[in-house]
């Protein structure tokens, strides 16, 4: 059952059995990070990653979970810096299970319980804030490991 849907400028990678969901400021990241998890599942780091989404990510919810997917026309497509659109193994969709909100204005040495949570289109989820110019894979690495045993 749908409860509504929307697009964010986004990126989505399937770490797992859930999707991280990216958000950020143009220039935060989000590609590179994305690109770092699939590297980290390549090393071995965590089981299992795979893009579902780069830059803009298309939401909607069913049965009370948050879906991500991409929208066709760039389904499998990651933009790096420096190195221009690649194309990878995609998912075509996935359910959310954390969000990573880079260059975020809450993000402390220790952040505070409300900053751990966000709610997308009436789903709530763990949030991991992460201050600008800070590295965010070891936080998200760490948080995949205390979410879903290490991916």
């Known amino acids: 059952m749908h409860k509504g849907s929307g697009s964010e400028h986004a990126t989505a990678v399937l770490a797992g059995s859930h999707a991280v969901l990216i958000r950020g400021p143009s220039g935060s990241g989000k590609s590179k990070l ?3 998890l699939l590297e ?5 780091k965590i089981h299992f990653a795979r893009l579902v989404a780069d830059d803009r990510a298309a939401l909607s919810t069913v049965n009370g979970k948050l879906i991500v997917s991409a929208p066709k026309t760039i ?16 998912e075509p969709f996935a359910a959310v299970g954390i969000v990573i909100d880079l ?6 040495r220790m952040p505070a319980f409300e900053t751990a949570q966000t709610e997308i ?3 709530r989820l763990p949030r991991v804030p992460v201050a600008k110019g800070s590295d965010p ?13 290490g991916g």
Not at 75 to 90: A, H, P, T, Y
Not at 137 to 149: R, S
């Open 103 to 108: 260059a975020a204005d809450d993000a402390g």
């Open 40 to 44: 980290a599942a390549r090393a071995g």
């Open 121 to 123: 289109l009436g789903v």
């Open 137 to 149: 894979l070891p936080l998200v690495l760490q948080a995949l490991g205390t979410k879903d045993g």
């Open 75 to 90: 389904e499998g497509k990651i933009e790096l810096r420096g190195s221009g659109i690649q194309s990878v193994e995609f």
């Open 34 to 36: 994305a690109w770092d």
